[in-house]
């Protein structure tokens, strides 16, 4: 690859991830359709919701009361995430690899 393209791999790399993490939601959302925070229709409205919340996490819980724990599944099959964190990571120092010994021949 020449040191002529190298530039521009690294301008596209970077705006591929800028266009990436435009699509990335804010954190602004709300329900509230007029833009004001704070209002008492909001303030009920929320407590109600919070209120509803409560009480179907109260159901739940008198529900899952029967000796299950935490993400009880019955699936404790891992292999698939082995494999695959095993290949990133063999990936990755082959690429460590493969740019120390470029930068010793001195390309």
Partial sequence: ?????????????????????????????SQDSSGRAGTDASATHLTQQARAVSQATAETAREAADDTQLADTGSIDT???????????????????YSVRRERLGF
């Fill in 79 to 97: 292999t698939p995430y082995v494999v695959g964190g095993t290949l990133f990571l063999g990936v990755g120092a082959g690429f460590v690899v």
């Fill in 1 to 29: 690859m020449s040191s002529a393209r190298r530039p521009l791999l690294t301008a596209t790399a970077a705006a591929t991830l800028l266009c990436a993490l435009w699509f990335v939601p804010s954190a602004n959302a």
